[in-house]
């Protein structure tokens, strides 16, 4: 399925932009930097305009997530939007009662650990989340018209980022009810009951496949799946449990491209085919890395716990890496920081293509000069 012409990568708006680029393996006039969590609770602006407003009410009012979306852009000049919802959303859509609960996360009304829970959900068609999506396509769509004509010095438009929660992170929060630090009920579904993991895995699937394909179709110009919590498996229960819903998920996106005149050509040359580009997340996953990469992405997103040259090993040849500062380096002394910013794009050299992000998202009590410094660090120390 060809993007429309209106897409932002089919217009020519983003599709050179430095993050498309680098998620195809170029390198541009400078390192891309955007931040997971660069919206939120560190930025001030944030604060003030949430007060009074539930979380996922927030997503789901176009008006609201646009701007909240477009803070840090504007703030930062970072690279990147990435679109303000949450992995929860498409299940709040279809009616599964859940709600985000300040300082814990999603909770939902009852934990699906077992085949008659999973039954009850997956009763539910995922197809109904495409009725349900209106506000998720106009705040996708009001955010791309905003970046489409705003210049962050980077001599193209901003391109917003589509997401979604992998299956295993989603199905983790669906088992236990809520969040949880070793995803146990998970865990042990999986090998308790392979049959009722397997529905859930494929219902969950479709339904955050459907989500992400939605942020594609209304004008994201790259899609990110979190497997936030993949790194409490290990390898062959990822292979064997969960890469084949991850994969399932992204076929939703897999066949989107768009078409690009050719670089080399004249005017008669035929265009070029691309797929959206694709980046695979996960927390503490170095020895999953690999086989993330496998499941058909074309960027892999490292978190804190392992250096990018270490990263560019295991994933092979020719793989685009995303990351990958510790967080916690963002409240360290600026030489400290400076150095470790620095050290993280020596390393990033090891693989074709580097976007620079944090290892995993920005902490609400980071000092949001610092962030914006650390953009400009980027953009300079690259160039
Ligand atoms: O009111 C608030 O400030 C609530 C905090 C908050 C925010 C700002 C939550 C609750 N979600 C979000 C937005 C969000 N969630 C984004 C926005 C875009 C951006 O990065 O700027 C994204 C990409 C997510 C995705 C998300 N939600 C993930 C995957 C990314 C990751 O951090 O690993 C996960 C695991 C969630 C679940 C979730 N939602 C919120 C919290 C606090 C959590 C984690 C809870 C836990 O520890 O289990």
């Known amino acids: 399925v060809i993007l429309s012409p209106q897409h932002p990568l089919s217009a020519g708006l983003t599709s050179d932009s430095r993050l498309v680029r680098a998620y195809r393996g170029e390198r541009a006039d400078a390192t891309p930097v955007w931040f997971m969590r660069q919206a939120g609770r560190s930025l001030p602006e944030y604060r003030d305009l949430r007060v009074g407003t539930r979380m ?6 176009p008006a609201m997530a646009s701007e909240i979306t477009l803070q840090p852009v504007r703030r930062h000049r970072v690279d990147a939007g990435i679109f303000f919802s949450d992995i929860v959303v498409p299940l709040k859509l279809v009616g599964v009662d859940v709600e985000i609960q300040p300082g814990r996360g999603p909770v939902f009304g009852r934990a699906y650990a077992d085949a008659a829970g999973v039954a009850e959900l997956t009763a539910i068609d995922p197809a109904r989340l495409d009725e349900a999506s209106a506000p998720i396509t106009e705040a996708v769509a009001r955010t791309v018209a905003e970046l489409n004509t705003t210049d962050n010095g980077s001599g193209t438009p901003t391109p917003l980022i589509g997401f979604a929660g992998a299956p295993f992170t989603l199905a983790a929060y669906l088992t236990e009810g809520g969040p949880s630090k070793d995803h146990l009920a998970a865990r042990t579904l999986m090998h308790a009951d392979p049959g009722a993991w397997r529905a859930l895995m494929d219902w969950t699937a479709e339904l955050t496949g459907r989500f992400l394909r939605t942020q594609v179709l209304a004008g994201a110009s790259a899609a990110q799946l979190f497997d936030s919590w993949a790194g409490a498996i290990s390898l062959a229960d990822y292979e064997t449990h969960v890469a084949p819903a991850s994969a399932a998920a992204l076929a939703h996106v897999h066949d989107l491209a768009y ?8 005017a008669d040359a035929a265009p070029t085919t691309r797929s959206v580009p694709v980046v695979h997340f996960g927390v503490g996953t170095g020895e999953l890395l690999g086989a993330m990469h496998g499941i058909g992405v074309d960027t892999v997103g490292v978190d804190y716990r392992i250096p990018l040259d270490v990263a560019a090993a295991r994933v092979g040849e020719g793989v685009p890496l995303q990351g990958n500062l510790d967080p916690a380096l963002l409240a360290a002394p600026w030489p400290v920081l ?4 620095r050290d993280v794009l020596r390393r990033g050299q090891a693989a074709p293509a580097h976007v620079f992000n944090l290892g995993h998202g920005v902490p609400p009590e980071t000092d949001p000069t610092v962030l914006t410094r650390v953009v400009e660090l980027v953009h300079g120390a690259s160039a």
């Open 56 to 61: 996922l009410d927030a997503c789901l009012d």
């Open 259 to 266: 078409e690009t005149a050719d670089a080399s050509g004249g």
């Open 338 to 341: 400076e150095a470790a910013v």
